[in-house]
Structures are given as C-alpha cells and as structure tokens.
C-alpha cells in the first residue's frame, strides 16, 4: 500500500503542476494579443519611418548625419541583449543568449564587446562572463516609447562619443505565438542605402535637408530599438504560452500514465488480497 500511496501523491502533485500551468498559458495568451497588436500596428509606422529616411539620404550631399554614418574600423563593440525579466518560456533567452555569445567569442573575437542587457534573464547569465555594463530589466515594468527612447539616446552618445564603433541589437522578432526569429540588427552605424537610389522621392525641403536629417535619424533610430523590444515582448509572451501549452499536455500525459499506474497496482493487490483469502479459507476447510 506504500507504493500506491506514493502514486498517489504523484498524481497529486503532477494535477497541481498542470493547474498552474495552465492558468500561465492563459495568462500569457492574453497578454500575447495585446503585445501583438501593440508590434503589428507599429511595424508600417517604422518601416514608412526607414523608407523616408533612405529617400530623404539618397537625395543628401556632403556629409550631413555624418556623426551617425561614420564607419571606423572597429575595434570596441557593443551588444545589446534583449531578453525578458522571467522565465519559463522555453528556449526564449537561451536563443538570445547563444547568439550573444557567438557575437562575442566568434564574429568580434580579439576585440572589446561590452553588453547592454534589456531583461533580467540576460543580465544575470549574461553577467557572469563579466562583460555587462548596463542592464535597463526596467523598462519592461512601464514599456514605452519614452523609457526605450532614453535608452536609444544613451546608445547614440556612446557611438557619436567615440566609446564603440558598433553597436549591434540581438532579439527575437515576433513572427506568430509558435515561431521567434533571432535577429542581429547593427543599431550603429547607419547601414548605407543599397541599390539604386535614382529612384528616390523628390522632396520640398523646408527648412532644409541638414536640419531635417539632425532630428529624423535620431527618431529613427529610437523607433528601431523600441520596435525591437515590442517584438521581444511580444515574442516572451508567445514563447510562453506555447511552453506552458506543452507542459499542460505532459503533464496531463503523465498523469494518465500515473493513473494506469495506479490502478494495476490496486486491482494487483486486490487480487492478493483474494487469494490470500481463497487460499486460508482452502487451509481451513482441509
């Protein structure tokens, strides 16, 4: 009877898990819909955003937004880890964090990288190597433009300061609540327009090109970073509900095989239970 109270319990504690994780699943799905149709409506807004800004440097001269365009050779490196404050989202951060790695041991190797952490997951893994020098897990208390802005600021100073030559962002875009892409997006420099850019609008300047360039690449580059944490946001949300949907339905599986369990062991013990009955009665009767 010990072992089927053993059973038992493990029944027990395997419903409790599911309960939880079930609750988790549903908790993440609604803040999946709203994260997503945060990030779905603001992609046109920043891909309209990146559109005029290449227009707009196809038709410049001279070296206006030559702060944020300087390509040096590089030799310190920035890497903003974007990864999320809790876990249980499968392999969520541990993508993030692999790739951050690979940035810092393969693609930049020999050279200085330091790593801005955006989640705490990111910063306490991350920190351990000793090469954090910021972590903003903040700003997911209070998402905002402004709160990402004043990061995307501190960012620009670095590079326009001289302290990095590069600074490159490692997320994972939101693609649906199944799928995270892991991106690496260079954040600075500017990447230069490709292809042929004859074809560019024909603008009316007013004031003029210089003015215009100094406060549209500043934006552009803070709407980037905030669409590269709304996309890691809505992708932890994502992650999670799929994680805790699959652990709802092991734990659902196990309780089931723990329950089959169970009962072969009572029907065996009752079983001997009869026998050992049959069999007194029989010793008695002879």
Not at 33 to 49: F, H
Not at 59 to 83: E, N, Q, Y
Not at 186 to 193: H, I, S
Not at 250 to 266: G, H, I, V
């Amino acid at each position: 009877m010990a072992n089927l109270k053993e059973i038992r319990n493990r029944i027990g504690t395997v419903k409790s898990t599911m309960q939880i994780t079930s609750a988790m699943k549903m908790v993440s799905a609604a803040k999946l819909k709203k994260a997503q149709d945060a990030i779905t409506a603001m992609r046109p807004y920043a891909n309209k955003l990146t559109e005029l800004l290449q227009n707009l440097s196809a038709s410049l001269d001279g070296d206006a937004g030559s702060k944020f365009t300087d390509d040096r050779p590089v030799s310190k490196v920035m890497v903003v880890a974007i990864t999320s404050n809790r876990g249980l989202c499968g392999a969520f951060n541990s993508n993030i964090i692999k790739q951050t790695n690979a940035l810092i041991k393969d693609t930049y190797a020999g050279q200085q990288v330091d790593v801005m952490a955006i989640g705490k997951k990111g910063n306490d893994i991350l920190g351990k190597r000793g090469n954090v020098i910021a972590n903003h897990s903040q700003v997911f208390d209070d998402l905002s433009f402004d709160n990402v802005a004043a990061i995307a600021q501190g960012l620009m100073d670095h590079f326009t300061e001289g302290n990095y030559d590069k600074i490159e962002l490692v997320y994972n875009k939101f693609k649906n609540a199944a799928t995270q892409i892991v991106m690496t997006e260079q954040f600075l420099p500017l990447v230069p327009v490709e292809g042929d850019v004859s074809g560019a609008a024909d603008y009316i300047f007013e004031p003029s090109k210089a003015e215009i360039v100094e406060q549209l690449i500043p934006k552009s580059l803070k709407t980037q970073l905030y669409k590269a944490v709304r996309d890691s946001f809505a992708s932890e949300h994502g992650a999670r509900m799929t994680a805790m949907h699959k652990a709802t339905d092991n734990a659902s599986e196990l309780k089931d095989q723990l329950t089959l369990t169970y009962n072969k062991a009572r029907q065996a013990a009752i079983t001997n239970e009869i026998l050992e009955i049959v069999g007194g009665a029989e010793a008695l009767n002879s």
